[in-house]
């Protein structure tokens, strides 16, 4: 059902030109993007756009309606490393918290005694995808996915998160509640659902399904880094994400592997769909792989006020180390010496280069499988594996996200939205951008090859 309309209005409600001015001040003096932009696009084109987004900024009135336009004002500047976060639990004058959203309550069991009889190729069912598991609910001609559990706390049970028409295309709403659209739902198999980037795998009921589809499906519906032997010769690591929170899951996984590694001849790893994390999250593969000194381009911080409070708040750690706080208060006192400037905190190096210890022999050929879905970390992890003579890339242009980031959030004084914008900006510019342009592979992997057989061909290459 949907809440009334007098708690959507008090739980919606907002000053948007409040808010839009606050983001548009806070962007422009904070994002380290933000000049470079200005000089690729011009001021006259800013001018321009800011015109028509207050236009309807000025007519927004939901909390909702507001971020979507703001989250467009974005876009001028790049495709991501930003972002608008309504806050859920926002504080308002006239009545309690509780955000309106469509709810079609249900448990698990009603769903399971509903779709009994459904065949393998009807989208009703009980799936799971990320921190939540939904059930898919036919509704006429359309369908609605519903949550049952959700580990983000922003997610209740019985909340309509998935929309799917009659035609195939629909909605997703992600973690933030933001709408992610898709034209058309793409089976793999009895029991995969692509959504765009989205992969949903079925809980209930499960159907027999071709072991190279079901092997497709492990791989991208895993949210845990996992490794599985192909056949004697080759070996496949799938790493979902580098999130700081799996980095001892993917050293785990390679600690646990490395005799295996090391005896090896081939060895896949599939990133597909991995948008990034943190940096450290690759470091572990980096000595399996190497074969000479890799490079490494630096980065500038823009140093402001606001920017160098997340410095401090390093600061504050209670598990930090006196060395590490040590240098902290040393490049705080960099960054705060040149406020309004951009700079280097790694001794003004333009470079910082990595050397082996030790160049194993094994393994002898490594492919990377990427994809539309790495940006950011992941990228950042391609730019240094591929300096290795043993690395080849397979697949698709990358999403090109990478040159402006180190994102940092910031809450709007009336703690309505949270900003999410970018502190610093690669030396790598204007010689080797990869924003907008993404990082091409060795090897293109073109329609004719479908997702399902990607590692079939790269395994097919390496073993030749």
Known sequence: ?????????????????????????????????????????????????????????????????????MREWLQFFRKEHHGIIPVDDAPVATATNTSAWETLPVSEAEVKQQISSAGAASF???????AYKLAIIKKGNSYKGVILTSANKNWKPGEVKLKISGDSSGVFYMGDRSPKTFNTVVCYGKNTLQLSNIFLSRVYPVWEDDPSIQLYAKVMTASEPFLQQLSAQTILLRIPTFDDAQKKLIDSVLLAND?????????????????????GSFFGILPLIFTNPIRIVNMEFLSTPLNNKRMEAFLSNPGISDGDKTEIKDALKKLNDHLGEFVNLDSGRIVSEQKPDTIFPFPKNVGIIINKGNGSTAEQFLLAARQSKKVKLFGVTTEGVLDISN?????????????????????????LTIDGKGIMPDYYIDKSIPPTKWLDYVTGILEQ
């Open 124 to 130: 009703e069912g009980i799936w799971s995808t990320g």
């Open 259 to 279: 005799q295996l590694l090391k005896r090896t001849p081939n060895l896949i790893i599939d990133i597909r769909n991995n948008g990034g994390g943190s940096d």
């Open 407 to 431: 994102t940092y959030i910031v809450d709007s004084p009336d703690k309505q939205f949270k900003l999410r914008y970018c502190l610093s900006k690669s030396l790598r510019i204007p010689d």
């Open 1 to 69: 059902m949907l809440l009334g309309p007098f708690r959507l209005m008090a739980q919606n409600k907002c000053d948007c030109a409040g808010s839009f001015k606050w983001v548009k001040e806070t962007f422009e003096k904070n994002d380290a993007g933000f000049r470079y932009a200005l000089e690729q696009k011009g001021v006259d084109a800013y001018q321009q756009f800011n015109k028509a987004i207050q236009a309807r900024i000025n007519k927004a009135t939901t909390r909702e309606a507001c971020a979507a336009v």
